[in-house]
């Protein structure tokens, strides 16, 4: 049979599709993950693996097979915290869920706040949710539901309210708690110099996609933290474009407008996702029609 005719039924085709969203979820996790050296050095055994497989090196694919158990333990071991991550959204993707549509005024609310606690100088940190689940990493404070104003947001973080050293946590323009605790990271190439405030926000952002604001009671600065980085902010007009843009991110889509952004994000991702899928399928399935 020519290599060129063999015959690729349409449960071939959903078979690689599958595998290709599988390997573009895994490349797009290992591009966010703080821990990449470790993702490069599992693609590099797993890529040696398939050369011994093609090579027929049956001592070095006994040991990977002896040692199957341990290396999965280690990934669950290492990867824990995003692997608790991914299936957090994967149950929120299959949980039809209606999202509250932020209130038009939000950002100017947020940034005119940030900018008098700046001036002050009193100490500030705002998260504004995201898509991700944060009931997990809150811990402690009171629960409020009020609706975002700068009157409230000053009030909280006045020196002399119970929460003012806690985290306030907006949702679709309401403020839903207030003087809760962060995780803190664990990054200290970028913590040494940073104090528990920006590196509780800095420790959210590297576990959900919320954002997160720092006002700094020392210096008066602001700093803005998403996905697992913080930078200070010098103007207003920046923070309030940042703001518009997340809130734009995070609104509720139609379908069109999903598919759309589904089309146009991580293209080198998906693309090397089909092309792992197929050569996965040839490897594995494909060669055997060819004589």
Known sequence: ????????????????????????????????????????????????????????????????????????????????????????????????????????????????????LARDKVGALIVMRGRDPLDRHLEGGWDLHGELSEALIESIFDSHSLGHDGAMIVEGGRVTHFGVHLPLSKDFSKITHMGLRHTAALGLCERTDALCLAVSQERG????????????????????????????DIAPRTPRQSLLSFLTHNTREKALAVGMSALLWWFFIGHRFVP
């Open 1 to 116: 049979m020519n290599m060129m005719n063999f015959p690729v039924r349409p449960a071939d085709m959903m078979d690689m599709a599958v595998v290709a969203l599988l390997i573009y979820g895994l490349l797009v996790w290992f591009k966010q993950t703080r821990t990449a050296f470790v993702v490069k050095g599992l693609l590099i055994l797993m890529g040696v693996y398939l050369l011994a497989r093609v090579m027929g090196m049956y001592m070095t694919i006994l040991i990977f097979k002896g040692f199957v158990a341990i290396f999965i333990i280690a990934v669950v071991v290492i990867f824990q915290e995003e692997l608790r991550s991914i299936f957090e959204r994967i149950a929120v993707w299959s949980i039809v869920r209606p999202r509250q549509q932020a209130a038009p005024q939000e950002p100017d609310i947020l940034a005119r706040a940030l900018s008098d």
């Open 221 to 248: 600065v602001i700093s803005v933290g998403r996905r697992g980085d913080l930078k200070q902010i010098d103007n207003l007009q920046d923070l309030h474009r940042l703001l518009e843009d997340f809130l734009r």
